[in-house]
């Protein structure tokens, strides 16, 4: 079956430091890839090369057949990828409602079914209450579940999660949990980076280990736990 | 001296909504594009230009120029975005490139003013311009007047873009986070073209309104409009456009009562006193919330 998503070879570099040295990746739809590797393996300069934030010196990315490196950002959401930042990128003087309808402000659909589909979103992930809050009145949990819900909204087809549970509180982990599973029920594909090993073994299909800007193992969580590489590259 | 009092505060809060909608023009290029216009008060003197020359081609008064000079400027805004934006924002430093781009733009506009125009100054004539409404012990020239509640609905306008339309509330994000608006599919260069004809449409109205306010235009008054445009934004807070609102009235206000107290010739020092001051105690302005970027 031809992969949702595909990277081929891809470099990119910082000055001398290779950030992705040759990775080579297929995304099959409506699964959950994790990649993990220690600090500074690439992970996230892979989503920002996905999304089009840095172009790659070398190598291809397809996605449903079309080429993606040379598109500018705002094309590359247009197709169907959306993205939750580390550090969450919420407005923080615009409304949460605002804030969740941020990625179909071009829509043709009706600006009133959209808020209401933002308001049941809200609702459904317990922030009916903070609809007409700033977005600076949430909490990092709450800004991150904010990015899933634009994600969602936007009806995204391949959603890049860059550690969404990193400082968030159990509760709402389990409502990121929650939430994941029911996209995935809705056909949504998910390339998940973090370091909460526990999210990742719940959550996905197929693990990636970064190292270096390279990938050294790949497979189940088993595989994974017994490899001689991934156990090296965290442990030293 | 409380009738004078009285008056100097009428006046200044008329002044401050001019100086207002000025900087508010101003502070949406800054905020969206980091595009620090320093040629914003030679534009202004050019709509003051061409507000004259509608006059004397057509007969035009100041407001029936808004109606011509408006459009005009807002195709000049794209053009200008069209030749500057990328190569401004490819550059190192995009606010110091923008810097001196327009202050090369400000050396040409007012070359060009006095090569067309010549160094007199000139007036247009205005049906009520010698009138003015009397309230108690208070008179108000028609004119400002005018002005004054045109900028303000000017303003409402704006407002409501900002806050009400899905491309205000784009623009408002840009501000706040310009890489963000992007990965959510909005096409932040197609919104700062707006912007940038929005921001000189703006200019074109205040430049009408000048000549409405005050008797005479000259060339070189453009560098004055721009430093109050930069007190007024500095004050109110650098990329919040309503700040710019609240910066002018502070301006219009601390220009006008102090005249009162002092020669006319020193109020500009009160503003300077008053914007040193705030910088020194709240350099992010009235209404923003961080003192460097945003």
Request: aromatic share 8%.
């Amino acid at each position: 079956m031809e992969p949702l998503l595909n990277v081929k070879n891809l470099e990119k570099s910082f000055g001398g430091v290779k950030a992705l040295d040759g990775i080579s990746l297929a995304i099959q739809e409506n699964s959950v890839t994790a990649v993990i590797g220690p600090n500074g393996s690439g992970k996230t300069t892979l989503l920002n090369c996905i999304n089009g934030i840095y172009v790659p010196e070398k190598g291809s990315i397809t996605y449903r057949g079309k080429p993606l490196v040379g598109r500018k950002p705002h094309e590359i959401a247009a197709l169907g990828i959306g993205r939750t930042f580390q550090v969450a990128r919420v407005f923080k003087k615009i409304s949460v409602i605002d804030n969740v309808l941020a990625p179909v402000l071009r829509s043709r659909k009706s600006p009133a079914r959209l808020r209401e589909q933002a308001v049941q979103l809200l609702k459904r992930v317990g922030m009916g209450d903070l609809a007409q809050h700033g977005g600076g009145d949430l909490s990092g949990g709450q800004q991150k579940l904010i990015e899933l819900l634009r994600a969602w909204i936007a009806e995204s087809d391949l959603i890049l999660l860059d550690e969404p549970f990193a400082g968030v509180h159990p509760a709402l982990k389990a409502r990121f949990y929650g939430e994941i599973r029911e996209m995935r029920r809705m056909g949504k594909t998910f390339v998940l980076i973090s370091h909460d090993m526990k999210s990742v073994y719940a959550l996905s299909d197929k693990i990636v280990v970064f190292d270096l800007g390279r990938i050294i193992a790949q497979g189940k969580e088993q595989e994974i736990k017994s490899d001689k590489r991934v156990i090296d590259a965290y442990l030293g | 001296m409380h009738e004078l009092l009285l008056m100097a505060v009428i006046s200044g809060i008329l002044m401050g909504i001019i100086y207002g909608l000025i900087g508010i023009g101003m502070n949406i290029l800054y905020g969206v594009m980091r595009i620090v216009n320093f040629a914003h008060g030679e534009f202004m003197m050019l709509g003051a230009y061409m507000a004259f020359t509608l006059n004397r081609l057509w007969g035009l008064n100041s407001l029936e120029s808004i109606f011509v000079v408006l459009p005009l400027f807002f195709i000049l805004g794209l053009l200008l975005h069209a030749l500057f934006y990328e190569r401004i924002q490819q550059s190192d430093d995009p606010e110091i490139a923008s810097f001196l781009t327009f202050f090369g733009i400000s050396l040409v506009i007012t070359s060009v003013i006095l090569l067309i125009w010549k160094a007199d100054p000139r007036g247009v004539p205005f049906p009520f311009s010698r009138v003015s409404w009397i309230i108690g012990p208070v008179f108000l020239p028609l004119g400002r007047l005018i002005s004054a509640g045109v900028c303000a609905l000017a303003i409402g306008i704006i407002s409501v873009f900002l806050y009400r339309t899905y491309t205000g509330k784009a623009v408002r994000a840009i501000i706040e986070n310009r890489d963000a608006v992007s990965i959510l599919g909005i096409d932040v260069r197609r919104v700062s073209a707006l912007v940038f004809g929005i921001g000189l449409s703006i200019v074109a109205i205040t430049g009408c309104l000048v000549t409405l306010s005050f008797p005479a235009i000259t060339p070189v008054q453009g560098q004055t409009y721009t430093t109050i445009a930069f007190l007024v934004i500095v004050l109110g807070g650098l990329g919040t456009p309503l700040g710019a609102l609240l910066g002018g009235l502070v301006y219009g206000l601390a220009e006008s009562v102090s005249s009162v107290f002092m020669p006319v010739a020193l109020s500009p020092v009160v503003a300077f006193v008053i914007l040193i001051l705030m910088v020194m105690v709240r350099p992010q302005g009235l209404l923003g919330k961080v003192s460097t970027r945003i």
